[in-house]
């Protein structure tokens, strides 16, 4: 079985702050990882995903995540944030094999950006 | 292109009622999910669908919830005797793969039980 664990519920920034939203994850076997966001009066949607290669990806708008197996921690970052930013973040895994790729989500981060 | 539907876009039912939610995936994706999202909580996976193989129904939380999917397009989500605890949006995405593919996500429907 897996779990997600995001480990802020909450996370208040003002505009042009560094921001870290963390998660944690406990899986028996591989996982692909995920973060998706939803904005506010919108639909979910995928921020970026870590499928193979390199521990280090990267979204358009300027978000990365890092996979770091030894910790099971796989951190949303960005360096600095826009209001636009501000939106419910969700971090996910899906088991490599045999599952058919459903998600199993952690609670969320409200990330709220202040100008 | 159109994305992921879903009808209705809220429900309100008396408790002991039965509900049927719709969700029209994007054309040609193989793989359709429905999650379930209650208040303050993460989306719990329910089921899953991947072309004519049979269903992945783990995620269902009891026997009063059931789903199809004709071939690969229109599922059905069905909650028999709905009960307070099953408000909460319900959730379908697709995709154009299952493990490590993106899931494209509909807009949700809101249930309320009352």
């Known amino acids: 079985a897996q779990s997600v664990t995001q480990l802020d519920s909450q996370v208040p920034v003002f505009e042009e702050a560094p921001v870290e939203l963390r998660c944690n994850y406990s899986s028996s076997v591989s996982v692909y990882l995920f973060w998706y966001v939803q904005y506010p009066n919108q639909g979910l949607q995928l921020l970026l995903k870590y499928l193979s290669g390199s521990t280090l990806v990267e979204s358009i708008n300027g978000f990365e995540a890092e996979f770091n197996k030894s910790q099971t921690s796989f951190h949303l970052r960005k360096p600095s944030v826009h209001i636009s930013d501000t939106a419910e973040y969700f971090c996910a895994v899906s088991p490599l094999y045999n599952q058919g790729g459903k998600l199993i989500f952690g609670q969320g981060t409200e990330l709220s950006v202040k100008p | 292109g159109a994305g992921v539907s879903q009808s209705p876009s809220n429900k309100v039912t008396e408790k002991g009622k039965d509900v049927e939610l719709r969700c029209d995936p994007i054309s040609g994706h193989t793989a359709l999910y429905w999650y379930r999202q209650r208040l303050g909580q993460g989306l719990e996976f329910l089921i899953y669908f991947q072309g004519n193989s049979a269903p992945d129904k783990s995620g269902l939380p009891s026997d009063r919830f059931s789903a199809e999917r004709t071939g690969e397009s229109v599922s059905t989500l069905t909650i028999q005797r709905t009960q307070q605890e099953d408000s909460a949006v319900y959730l379908c995405?697709?995709?154009?793969?299952?493990?490590?593919?993106?899931?494209?996500f509909g807009p949700g429907t809101r249930l309320l039980v009352l």
């Open positions: 995405a697709s995709s154009l793969e299952g493990a490590g593919g993106t899931q494209y």
